[in-house]
Nanobody
Framework: QVQLVESGGGLVQAGGSLRLSCAASGRTFSSYVMGWFRQAPGKEREFVAAISRSGGYRYYADFVKGRFTIFRDNAKNTVYLQMNSLKPEDTAVYYC????????????????WGQGTSVTVSS
């Protein structure tokens, strides 16, 4: 099993940046594909980004391409989401998730989830 704890959320003005972190417990972090999802009030949870076990492959939702970067440090058991050029529509609770299977955008495939960290982007 792995436990995930997100941090780094907060309030930021449009155009600003935030870096989210997701710290994982356990010694098998590098065995997991990691993903970031978000859920805005009244909306479905949606895929944001995912990264392969080694970090060599990254996949993004179209609406964050060029603005967000996912990366990981397996020595620190942590995955990050660097968010630049934030927009009010990026306001949501952001969740990290771990998947032992292949990289996927499907939330149902991820076995473990963090509790989420809230991001609010003001206009």
């Amino acid at each position: 099993q792995v436990q995930l704890v997100e941090s780094g959320g907060g309030l930021v003005q449009a155009g600003g940046s935030l870096r989210l972190s997701c710290a994982a417990s356990g010694r098998t972090f590098s065995s997991y594909v990691m993903g970031w999802f978000r859920q805005a009030p009244g909306k479905e949870r949606e895929f944001v980004a995912a990264i392969s076990r080694s970090g060599g492959y990254r996949y993004y939702a179209d609406f964050v391409k060029g603005r967000f970067t996912i990366f990981r440090d397996n020595a620190k058991n942590t995955v990050y989401l660097q968010m630049n050029s934030l927009k009010p529509e990026d306001t949501a609770v952001y969740y990290c998730a771990a998947d032992l299977k292949g990289i996927t955008t499907d939330a149902n495939e991820y076995e473990y989830w963090g509790q989420g960290t809230s991001v609010t982007v003001s206009s």
